[in-house]
């Protein structure tokens, strides 16, 4: 079975662009969450969502955004792009968003902002 | 004061060694506590889950200590292959589905 993926794997962008994130969830689950991982440090949880609807939002300006689809999958959405936004942006998902389930991550996408 | 907070590392062990990490948190109305390990440009992965009663997983033990609000690993007879950045991570609860990284500790085992 594939495990969770996230496209595209590398961008750039330039400081006040927009961009969208997907993330396609392991087969069967029902939960994806977003995180940011900056160079150095841990990943910092930016939302939670299950069977569509938010569940989580983390300490993360109004300029992102994110939904889940019908099948499970995920975007995530950041406008008017800042330096500091450059990082490795982080899909997990889980099949129910458990506190005390397994979360698997993609390989995450690593946006560069200039 | 962090969340959660990490040993600075980085440590360096020869193969063989007996390592422990140590992780702290803030919050002790926290209900779920994990270890994860990230290889170089990778994405997190599971280590295990840690219980009040303590956890054995092979050469790895988890424990923790609510009163002292305290996670531990140990990795014993360290191979090259477990060098890695270990994260602590904690579930805080009150509805708000969010899981907390530790800032990681980084661990290079030398032949």
């Known amino acids: 079975d594939a495990g969770v993926t996230q496209s595209p794997t590398h961008l750039i962008k330039t400081r006040g662009q927009q961009v969208t994130l997907r993330c396609s969830p392991i087969?069967?689950?029902?939960?994806v969450s977003w995180y940011q991982q900056v160079l150095g440090q841990g990943p910092q949880f930016i939302f939670q969502?299950?069977?569509?609807?938010?569940?989580g939002r983390g300490n993360f300006p109004d300029r992102f955004s994110a939904r889940q689809f019908p099948n499970y999958s995920s975007e995530l959405n950041v406008n008017a792009l800042l330096l500091g936004d450059s990082a490795l942006y982080l899909c997990?998902?889980?099949?129910?968003?458990?506190?005390?389930?397994?979360?698997?991550f993609g390989s995450g996408t690593q946006l560069s902002v200039l | 004061r962090k969340e959660v907070e990490q040993d600075p590392g980085p440590f360096n062990v020869p193969e063989g060694a007996t390592v422990a990490f140590n992780c702290t948190y803030s919050?002790?109305?926290?209900?779920?506590f994990f270890w994860y390990r990230q290889d170089c440009r990778k994405e997190p992965k599971l280590l295990m889950s840690?219980?009040?009663s303590g956890n054995e997983d092979g050469r790895f033990t988890a424990q923790l200590n609510r009163a002292s609000q305290y996670i531990s690993l140990l990795i014993r007879d360290s191979k090259l292959s477990d060098s890695a950045t270990y994260l602590c991570?904690?579930?805080?609860?009150?509805?708000?589905?969010?899981?907390?990284f530790g800032k990681g500790t980084k661990l290079s085992v030398i032949p």
């Open positions: 087969s069967g689950h029902k939960s």
């Open positions: 997990a998902s889980s099949v129910q968003g458990a506190t005390n389930e397994k979360l698997f």
């Open positions: 969502y299950y069977e569509k609807e938010e569940r």
């Open positions: 991570v904690v579930y805080s609860g009150a509805g708000s589905y969010q899981l907390t």
């Open positions: 840690v219980y009040s």
């Open positions: 919050n002790s109305a926290s209900q779920s």
